[in-house]
């Protein structure tokens, strides 16, 4: 693990830059390769908050990197063993890239977010409490907040422009989208990474709760995992010791600051509100907390 600077904004010389997101930038290697830096800006209700959290942005890479090489076995994913010092040259840009930059594979992605749920809460809960299901799914009656599911659900959206929301959509829309037999393979292979890292967190104590997946395409059609997975910003983490059915649990990923969000006069639309320094510190730790339980590493 590398100590290196808070970065707010990746600005890398001599390589072009095709994408700047949320959280990500995202720069052109060549034809068959990217470059993808996660930054240390925060989003919260889809609108990016004007500070960063120190060491965010390297958590999320060494997570991600942690489960993408235990779950190869259920599914490939956009990593390559491309070293760092290949594409950016200078000592200086790699030092303040620290451990948040990974080159991967040029994959087409997918025009679909794989969610996955295994506790209810967020969305589901309130979809729950006004149907008896979610996202179209029935489950049994007299469930409280917070509650483990009976099985892990696969509820999938469509991918909202910036700014927007994502919209949940049900499995047949998704296969329309795709076509079915892949819409198989995608809701499959989710519920499989979800249940065996879960497991594997549960025993670290950590509950992940519901966490979203990206999938993409080489040119033959092979599905790869990409983007991120399983960490504080894509999944709902919560402390095992901690959790408790019928409130919503304290969490180690950004719902803290959500939560706080929420206390403020904000429409949750840009500008957003400036974070006290004390929000920013314990959003920081927990971060660093949640990486520490999962992978062993300080």
């Not at 095709?18 to 068959?32: L, M, P, S, T």
């Not at 809701?187 to 104590?205: F, P």
Request: one cysteine or more; hydrophobic letters at 40%.
């Amino acid at each position: 693990m590398t100590e290196s600077t808070t970065l707010h904004q990746s600005n890398l010389s001599g390589i072009p830059l095709i994408n700047r997101g949320k959280v990500r930038d995202i720069y052109a290697v060549d034809a068959e390769h990217l470059l993808i830096v996660a930054t240390d800006r925060l989003s919260a209700f889809d609108v990016v908050l004007p500070q960063p959290i120190p060491g965010k942005g390297e958590v999320l890479t060494r997570v991600s990197n942690f489960w993408f090489r235990r779950t190869r076995h259920l599914i490939p994913n956009h990593l390559t063993d491309i070293p760092l010092s290949e594409v950016v040259k200078s000592p200086e840009e790699r030092a303040q890239l620290g451990d948040r930059a990974v080159i991967v594979r040029r994959l087409k992605p997918l025009p679909v977010e794989a969610i996955v749920r295994g506790y209810l809460i967020g969305s589901g809960w309130k979809d729950y409490q006004q149907t008896g299901s979610v996202c179209g799914i029935e489950l049994p009656a007299g469930l409280r907040q917070a509650d483990k599911l009976p099985e892990a659900i696969f509820t999938p959206s469509t991918k909202a422009a910036a700014g927007n929301h994502d919209i949940n959509i049900g499995f047949e829309e998704m296969a329309t989208l795709l076509d079915p037999a892949l819409a198989a393979e995608v809701r499959a292979v989710s519920l499989r990474i979800y249940t065996e890292c879960a497991a594997y967190a549960r025993e670290r104590g950590i509950i992940i709760a519901d966490t979203k997946f990206e999938l993409g395409q080489d040119a033959e059609g092979r599905l790869y995992l990409i983007d991120e997975v399983l960490t504080p910003d894509s999944s709902r983490f919560w402390p095992a010791d901690q959790y408790q059915p019928g409130i919503s649990p304290p969490s180690f990923d950004k719902q803290f600051v959500r939560d706080y969000l929420e206390t403020l006069d904000w429409d949750k639309t840009p500008p957003a509100p400036s974070l006290p320094q004390e929000i920013i510190d314990r959003t920081a730790a927990k971060y660093r907390e949640a990486e520490q339980r999962l992978t062993g590493d300080r």
